[in-house]
């Protein structure tokens, strides 16, 4: 890849972000959040996003981007009121905005026919407001490199005569770092300056270090230029269009073409730049300027109040507010190759392996838990524990930013189908492997999309059943048993099972006289080749919906469940393996195996006396717990380690919650105790395994597996199931 | 047909020879990773009797497949000469349990013989080629062809 390219990259990643903040933060105001800030990250969100595609030279993004930024700058200066008509809009404007990106990252452009549209309404929007501002005029806010987000320092100039023809400006210009990165160049810009008119310019080397302190790749420079020309000041900043997320420049008229700006009534450059750098003493000056905006001839703006935190130089003058707090700054993140966080991740693992042997081996030693040495090796634990979950949570990531998409997904659906929704997202912030959030978008997607076309009515038909005329879905995440389940629900009409099953027998996917429980007629929808809409629609129903997302769900190693209430709706059950994660774990024996059963799906672990444990059947048994029954699970004859069956009342008996079949009792030969075990993936190497979830290492450097507890208690009916069934339709 | 083939692919190959089950093996030696010794495995459940189970190498999990038994000889009884030899398959690393390393072989790669129509199925899918040394036969193992198929995960 070349360079270019990379930055590419780079600049659709950010733009990913930016299009994140910016729904996010429509959608905060569209809830009724009136914070000021909001708008402002709005608009700053579309305004980098203009800045980034510029310097590609995406020009139909650049140009949709800029009547987009137009609006919300009135927004944002009060000029636009924002109702909650506008909200809908702008909401369809990011929509807009999306595609267009989406389709520069192809190489393409937006689609035409929805821009103009689009672009209509934000103007009429615009041109609507109480009044018109070229957006020149305004202060800019702007995200420096760091993320720190400066205001405004807003300059109060004296009131100026009338400008004589020929103005003088003074212009200073100093570039950041970044600026050269960029492949940009100074002298370039300050070139093209000179065409507008003639120039002074003067280099301000002030912050050019001692030798030794000299790092190259800095930009120490900065240069004043005086231009005499009959220019406006958007002319001026025009040449800093593209560099100007990477430099801060100022740009004043000079009341007295003779008069230099240190003498005359002017705002003292140096000074305001002085006072500004000495609000960030940390800070290298040139690394992170901050950025000064001057708004010349209006001087009825109001001014940002002074804090004493900046030391201003002219206080009758100049008014400066500095960066707000460092809330902002901790937001910043930095990029990493994930191969890195992988190669850390792996050798993480190690360390806790090998600390695992270490304290096995000094164990072995005779050396008491209390000695020096024991004490030292319980530090090393903690420490090493720490170091782990630190280094598990770098790579792991909130379902928020696949959730976020969501939005405007439920938006196209509803509006495709004409029915109101209204989308409620939970356990935005459970976190999950990336590896997992990047594939559950596609299966989240389908399922929204099922349960707004299939699932919810119509507002008329919503109506005449007593329900509110605004369907409801909800998305949700939580972490269960080991897992990360993923909740997608509606209010809607349920399963109409009548209709399946007829569906299914029409397709020959049944036989017309199957039995079937409730449960089994939900889960014909999972059947290849099944669809309940009549009418073959865009947004579902092409016959190739639930089969799909179990498919590639069950590629993730997950599952899939539905269960529905007729009337009161549907809601599917998605549960992933957390691919890379630590897991506390309960070490078991197992015919001579060591086996790893997830803490979290353990109720109570317990030697039942003989007199609990009651026959069932030919080789099923249940265990009396509480005035409960519940299956007994021998884990061993499940997985095939051994055809004899334990006797539950001689080993140990493990409660578990499993999502398929309810509560279980699996029986074990012995249990070792608990630990925390790293979880290392059997498919990377081989293919999923029955029943088992995944493989770690332990203490002594032997794999053991983990079980999978709900695959093992669906495995556990099955085998009897399939042995039952025939002789029970030769009955019937 | 094929003889431009040939003459165009006319750069030495080298290969890691070995034993199992009586008989003389090898795989392309860029396919090998290691060459450890045999340690005990963890069994895996509902898996086909050739896979032995899977072993801690460094932090990863690897599978380790009986190579006799795979090729349908009887099976190779693990002892402390016992080898495991980690190859390389696309992205994933696999682990022989053979006999013995017996030699690296450096070929031309006229050397290599069709295998001819034996009776034998597995010897059919998984031997590429066979190659004669001095009065030794050597076959070549496909070791692209040794995992089960992958179910389930054809996405």
Redesign the interface.
């Known amino acids: 890849m070349d360079e270019l390219e990379e930055i590419k990259v780079t600049f659709f990643q950010e733009c990913d972000e930016l299009l994140g903040d910016l729904e996010s933060g429509l959608l905060s105001i569209d809830a009724g959040d009136t914070e000021p800030e909001l708008v402002n990250a709005i608009f700053r969100a579309v305004h980098s996003v203009k800045g980034g595609a510029g310097a590609f030279g995406l020009e139909a993004l650049v140009r949709f981007a800029h009547v987009f930024e137009t609006l919300l700058d009135n927004v944002r200066s009060g000029k636009t009121p924002l109702e909650s008509d506008l909200v809908k809009v702008l909401l369809r404007a990011a929509d807009v905005l999306a595609d267009h990106v989406a389709a520069a990252k192809l190489g393409g452009e937006g689609d035409a026919a929805a821009t103009t549209a689009m672009v209509e309404e934000l103007e009429a929007w615009t041109s609507g407001g109480p009044g018109l501002a070229p957006p020149a005029l305004q202060a800019d806010v702007q995200p420096n490199e760091d993320g720190i987000v400066f205001k405004p320092v807003t300059l109060t100039l004296p009131e100026f005569e009338d400008a004589p023809k020929e103005q003088v400006w003074i212009i200073t210009f100093q570039p950041m770092d970044a600026l050269y990165a960029r492949a940009n160049e100074a002298g370039l810009l300050i070139r093209e300056i000179e065409r507008l008119g003639k120039v002074e310019v003067e280099l301000l080397d002030d912050a050019l270090p001692v030798f030794d302190n000299l790092e190259p790749e800095t930009a120490y420079f900065a240069w004043k230029v005086r231009l005499k020309a009959d220019v406006t000041e958007e002319k001026i900043r025009e040449v800093f269009e593209f560099v100007e997320d990477h430099c801060s420049t100022t740009i004043v008229r000079e009341t007295s073409p003779t008069a230099l700006a240190e003498t005359g009534p002017g705002p003292d450059i140096a000074a305001i730049l002085a006072a500004a750098q000495a609000a960030y003493p940390e800070a290298s000056p040139p690394l992170t300027p901050p950025r000064i905006e001057t708004v010349a001839a209006e001087p009825d703006l109001p001014a940002e109040p002074a804090t004493s935190a900046v030391a201003v130089a002219q206080p009758t003058s100049l008014r400066a507010s500095p960066a707000p707090p460092a809330e902002k700054a901790n937001q910043a993140t930095i990029r990493v190759d994930p191969e890195r966080i992988d190669k850390l991740i792996?050798?993480v693992?190690?360390l806790v392996?090998n600390q695992a042997m270490l304290a096995q081996r000094v164990a072995g030693h005779g050396f008491a838990a209390s000695s020096d040495v024991g004490r030292g090796l319980d530090e090393l634990e903690q420490l090493t524990r720490d170091i782990q979950d630190s280094v598990m949570a770098i790579r792991a990531q909130p379902v928020k930013s696949v959730f976020q998409r969501m939005p405007r997904l439920v938006r196209e659906i509803a509006g495709l189908t004409g029915k109101q929704v209204r989308l409620v997202t939970d356990g935005e912030n459970t976190e999950v492997d990336k590896t997992v959030i990047e594939r559950i978008s596609e299966p989240i997607t389908h399922m929204l999309r099922n349960a707004i076309d299939h699932g919810l009515e119509t507002a008329e038909d919503r109506a005449a059943a007593g329900k509110p005329s605004e369907g409801t879905v909800r998305l949700a995440a939580l972490h269960r048993g080991g897992r990360i389940v993923i909740e997608v629900g509606d209010d809607g009409r349920g399963i109409n099972r009548p209709r399946v099953r007829q569906i299914a027998i029409d397709r020959g996917l049944i036989a017309a006289d199957a039995q079937l429980t409730d449960e089994e007629v939900d889960n014909l929808i999972f059947l290849p080749g099944f669809s309940t809409a009549s009418q073959v629609s865009d947004i579902s129903g092409r016959g190739v919906g639930m089969d799909v997302v179990r498919?590639?769900v069950?590629?993730l190693g997950g599952r899939i469940s539905i269960s529905s209430r007729p009337g009161l709706g549907s809601n599917f059950t998605l549960s992933l393996p957390l691919t890379l994660a630590v897991l506390d774990g309960m070490v078991i024996d197992v015919a001579g195996?060591?086996l790893v059963v997830p803490l979290t799906a353990i109720v109570e672990s317990l030697r039942p006396a003989a007199s609990e444990v009651k026959k069932l059947g030919v080789q099923g048994g249940v265990l009396a717990v509480r005035d409960a029954y519940v299956p007994l699970v021998d884990i061993g004859r499940v997985?095939?380690?051994q055809s004899a069956e334990i006797n539950p009342a001689e080993g140990v008996v493990l409660l578990v919650d499993s999502e398929v079949g309810g509560r279980a009792a699996l029986v074990a030969d012995s249990i070792h105790g608990q630990r925390q075990v790293v979880i290392?993936?059997?498919?990377?190497?081989?293919?999923?395994?029955?029943?088992?979830a995944a493989?770690t290492?332990l203490g002594d450097?032997?794999?053991?597996?983990i079980l999978d507890v709900d695959a093992l208690v669906a495995m556990s009916k099955r085998e009897p199931l399939r042995m039952h069934e025939p002789s029970i339709q030769a009955a019937e | 047909m094929n003889q431009p083939a040939i003459t165009v692919a006319n750069e030495r190959r080298e290969l890691t020879s070995f034993w199992a089950g009586d008989q003389e093996y090898c795989v392309d030696i860029m396919s090998v990773r290691e060459i450890r010794g045999w340690s005990a495995a963890t069994p895996l459940p509902q898996s086909p009797s050739y896979m032995r189970g899977v072993i801690n190498l460094r932090g990863a999990v690897l599978p380790i497949m009986d190579l006799a038994e795979r090729l349908d000889l009887p099976p190779t009884e693990p002892s402390e000469r016992s080898v495991i030899i980690v190859v390389q398959v696309g992205e994933r690393l696999v682990g022989l349990l053979v006999d013995a390393v017996s030699d690296i072989l450096s070929i031309n790669p006229e050397q290599i013989q069709p295998t001819p129509d034996v009776g034998c199925d597995q010897a059919k899918a998984f031997v590429r080629g066979l190659i004669t040394i001095d009065d030794r036969m050597v076959s070549e193992i496909a070791v692209e062809r040794l995992l089960p198929e992958l179910e389930g995960l054809a996405a």
């Open positions: 792996d050798l693992g190690e392996i498919k590639s069950q590629g195996q060591t997985l095939g380690f290392k993936s059997l498919e990377s190497n081989y293919q999923q395994v029955p029943g088992i493989a290492i450097g032997r794999v053991a597996l």
